[in-house]
């Protein structure tokens, strides 16, 4: 009861943050709509567009440059070092940078071809929606969620005891005397974290790609079969193609995603066993080692390997749709 | 990634969890029985590991850490205690789940509601408020996407703790109490909205611009020759006709924010004041990891939400999915 009544309380400041920022914008609009003749039009502009652009200065712009630049500078963030935090990235860290490239290659490669396969397989059955809704149910789910789902599979057991974790017992069954500590397992931990990344990102895969194939016009697939195409000739050479641009997105999003993942190893291994990639590395620093300098360093390692992946993508859809 | 993306070809315009239309059914020849075979199976590997988290989350405390939640089947056991204990908290672990399953909420609607209507606004002005420099702020907005929100963390830490200025002129104020050690933020929620905003704006804004933009020029013309004020046309005109746009963000958003667990640990901790159900989950996993039937039972309050969410608007959360999925 007295819990009830705290989460009121809770709920209660949300909805006073929510009619604060209501009257703000009901005073702002009410502000702006006073200006009339030549004023009218930039008060309008500044109203409207005001506010975002401010929060995107604060919020984006200049923590980006106040992160390049804690970047060369020392733990406290007071002293310059040069290139040393870099140095000590490279140095130092090389396990962990392996690590977030082998997340970034396999987990999008892994769930795009089972999600393509499962497109395919769905495209060619009558009631779909049952199986596509179940598939696609991990998404919803949180990081933390999943975690905690996996957990089960992966807990460990003393072979001797009565197994708790599946992936022992049916492993068990299939006559391994002695399963491993999965998630000590070096170095194929790192690859059953990365199950439960391609276990949420499939579905997404699924329903993107299917829709695509759905939106091959028909004419273009029976031509080809009138050509004589069938099976995996018409798969490579005609579905494949015309949904070049979609796989490409599909990919290039997953790995977006993987890239500044942190909630799956936090939960899982804390980065420990071989396991830390760059975004747990630069919590961890940042926010309990208190090395800004390191912690910033990280960030800006994120940000760079961003930067190709959009750049890519851009040039990818732009000859894509050149060539339409 | 999205410019182009949300225009044609990537993201086909039809409900991609509906039923086929009919000439595709008549087209395909044969529906396979080893097609169908094949992804029955896959479903269920699929949901098994949540139907493990279910099943576990019931069981008595002795049968849950004792045997497999498969075993469940051949020796059914059921119990609600151990969400009783979770929801108050108990012996095993002393403080429940239940105030930060309502900092959840009162985290997520707010940081779904205060970044659309900015959103909104911004993406009027850009396509509708003719102005010199608007492409080329549209598109400012659109590259800060590139900015993995890790950058921002520290920074704007600092600033809700410290305060900032540029040289002499403040431009966030250092809210400390006077003598204390504490900002007046600390222990509030409105760091984490703020945050959560800031972080939702680029996309919001871009894909909002992208459905206002293509309402009809002239029934915008024919307000503004009618004498309507900017606001006017905004409220009566853009917003109603901008529903589906802002139905699918805004559930993307609130499980974007419900499930996020980097922007709550930085800004808000783990404390029962202010911190969300993804937080509380990381800590009692981190503490409390062999008590499996009260940190199942934990996770599952949490994921009821956004499955609830799923399963009863699953056409909207589809969309925003498949429009923000490149958010961060």
């Not at chain 2, 559930?251 to 901790?269: E, M, P, R, S």
């Amino acid at each position: 009861m007295e819990e009830l009544l705290l989460g009121l309380e809770k709920l209660w400041s949300g909805f006073l943050g929510i009619a604060a920022f209501g009257v703000l914008i009901v005073v702002l609009f009410f502000l702006g709509s006073r200006f009339r003749g030549r004023f009218s039009h930039p008060a309008a502009l500044l109203i409207f567009l005001g506010p975002a652009v401010v929060l995107l200065i604060m919020g984006l712009i200049v923590p980006a440059v106040r992160t390049i630049s804690a970047s060369f500078q020392n733990s406290s963030g007071k002293e310059p070092v040069g290139w040393a935090n870099y140095q000590w990235i490279f140095d130092s860290q090389s396990d962990v940078i392996v690590n977030s490239l082998l997340w970034i290659v396999i987990t999008p490669i892994a769930s795009t071809a089972l999600g393509l396969t499962l497109a395919l397989l769905l495209d060619r059955m009558r009631r779909e929606s049952v199986a596509k809704s179940l598939i696609f149910m991990p998404m919803a789910i949180s990081f933390v969620g999943a975690s905690i789902i996996w957990s089960l599979i992966y807990e460990y057991r003393a072979p001797d005891k009565p197994q708790v974790g599946l992936l022992s017992q049916i492993v068990m069954w299939f006559g391994v005397a002695d399963p491993p500590k999965w998630l000590l397992w070096q170095p194929f931990n790192n690859y059953l974290l990365m199950v439960i990344m391609v276990w949420i990102q499939v579905g997404f895969a699924m329903v993107v790609l299917s829709a695509a194939i759905k939106a091959i016009p028909g004419d273009v697939v029976e031509a080809a079969e009138l050509d004589g195409a069938t099976g995996w000739k018409l798969f490579s050479k005609v579905t494949i193609p015309m949904i070049r641009a979609t796989l490409i997105v599909v990919v290039t999003t997953i790995m977006f995603a993987v890239l500044k993942i942190f909630d799956i190893v936090r939960v899982m291994t804390n980065g420990n066993f071989g396991t830390q990639i760059v975004p747990n590395e630069m919590y961890a620093q940042a926010f309990v080692q208190f090395d800004i300098g390191r912690g910033s360093a990280l960030a800006v390692v994120l940000f760079v390997a961003v930067i190709p992946l959009i750049v890519f993508n851009v040039y990818q859809l732009r000859k894509d749709r050149a060539t339409r | 990634m999205s410019v182009e993306a949300h225009e044609m070809p990537i993201l086909p315009d039809v409900d991609p969890l509906e039923k086929e239309s009919i000439p595709q059914a008549a087209r395909r020849k044969l529906s396979s029985p080893w097609a169908s075979f094949v992804v029955v199976v896959i479903t269920f590997l699929w949901t098994i590991p949540t139907l493990g988290l279910l099943v576990t989350s019931l069981r008595p405390a002795a049968d849950a850490q004792n045997s497999g939640w498969w075993t469940f089947f051949a020796n059914p056991a059921v119990t609600w205690s151990n969400y009783a204990e979770v929801l108050t908290g108990g012996n095993t672990i002393p403080n429940g789940i239940t105030p930060y399953f309502f900092n959840s909420f009162a985290i997520a609607i707010p940081a779904a509601i205060f970044p659309l209507t900015l959103a909104c606004m911004a993406a009027y002005a850009l396509a509708w408020v003719r102005f010199k420099w608007s492409t080329v702020v549209f598109f400012t907005i659109f590259a800060l996407q590139v900015i993995p929100l890790q950058m921002s963390l520290l920074p704007l830490l600092q600033m809700f703790n410290l305060g900032w200025s540029l040289g002499p002129i403040p431009i966030f104020p250092d809210l400390n109490r006077p003598g204390s050690e504490q900002s007046l933020l600390a222990g509030t929620y409105i760091p984490l909205w703020i945050a959560h905003t800031m972080f939702a704006l680029p996309l919001a804004i871009f894909l909002i611009h992208n459905f206002i933009a293509q309402l009809p020029r002239d029934l915008m013309e024919a307000a503004r020759v009618d004498g309507a004020s900017h606001f006017l046309i905004f409220r009566k005109i853009v917003l109603p006709l901008s529903v589906p746009a802002i139905a699918s963000f805004a559930i993307f958003q609130f499980l974007w924010v419900w499930n996020d667990l980097l922007v709550a640990l930085t800004f808000a901790g783990g404390t029962p004041d202010v911190a969300p159900v993804t937080a509380y989950l990381a800590n009692v996993k981190g503490t409390y990891g062999a008590q499996l039937h009260l940190i199942t039972a934990g996770a599952f309050i949490a994921i009821v939400v956004p499955l609830i969410v799923f399963f009863a608007l699953q056409r909207y959360f589809v969309r925003g999915l498949l429009a923000g999925s490149v958010k961060g």
